[in-house]
């Protein structure tokens, strides 16, 4: 064997026959605590309070300027720099919001190192199960870890602080603005009406019960959109969005008619609002044999045979349906509009 050293002192435990290597380094402990100049001077301690204050004032002042920049800056007014430019509602916004989280953040930061008790402490590693009595102590220090962080007794920077931290919450209500106007009653009612022509939404021909074969599926839409298209895109694309419908033939025998409704249909022909239940989706995937329309957002799929109901999906309620009727040249037409809201199902419907 060799006689070379080991590099770590071994003793040998005759009564385990093991062998215990000491450590090659010893502990170093803990350096001497070197006292900050807030540590031993009040004035400079209140200094670095106002400080903190200060970054948490401002923070809280962003955010309500936010606030008021969102409805007093247009939403068209743009802001130019040299070959940049932007959006002045939205950079406003951005800035406002951004600078307070900076300055909540700095103001943390300087809060802890100039405020907080920054002594260094050593313990021991223990198992990840506590005892009662290291709970306890746990306890004990959070309570002393809040003590002397000054959160309770340095009433500026708490009052302050909690200030910034209550109102970041504002800008996200304000914004909520942005998701549009509530449902009210616009869902209640569509373009369609008494003796409109059913077209095709892609050609806009009028579309006759003979146009169409057992099994045969149209995305269709309502003859008076053109004129709504000529006065404004806004008001044509929500028209045509709340009014789309598909209109599918199917074998009168196979046909489960609602209450109600022995006359909405024609030899078969059946419409129903082409936008799903659930939460909006266009849908036209059909399936002839089953007579089930898909959703291709999330799956929700409705039997056209029976009335729309729901066979499967997170839809709450069947597609509305559209009652039908022949105008004198043979053409389909609508007897009313829809009655019930289309479109997705929605808080105040009931």
Known sequence: ????????????????????VSEPIPDPGIEPHEYRITDIDPKAADRAERQVATMFGLATLLVLGSCVAY?????????????????????TLGLC?????????????QWAKKLMVDEEIAEDRHPAHSTLEQKADITDAFQQGTAESGFTRRKLIRRSLLGALGVLGLPAIVLL????????????HTIWAKGIRVVNDVTLRPIKPSDLVVGQLVNAAPANLAPIQEESGVEYQNAKAKAAVIVVRIKPSEIRTPAGRENWGIDGILCYSKICTHVGCPISLYEQTTHHVLCPCHQSTFDLADGAKVVFGPAARPLPQLPLAVDSEGYLIAQSDFTEPVGPSFFERG
Do not use: C, W
């Open 1 to 20: 064997m060799s006689d070379e050293k080991l590099p770590a002192k071994a003793d040998a435990d005759e009564a385990h026959g093991q062998v215990q």
């Open 71 to 91: 409805f007093a800056i247009p939403r068209d007014a743009e802001i130019v720099f040299g070959p940049l430019s932007g959006n002045a509602n939205n950079m």
């Open 97 to 109: 919001i951004g600078l307070a989280l900076f300055l909540i953040g700095a103001g943390a930061i």
């Open 177 to 188: 603005r942005d998701l549009g106007p509530l449902p009210g009653r616009t869902l209640y």
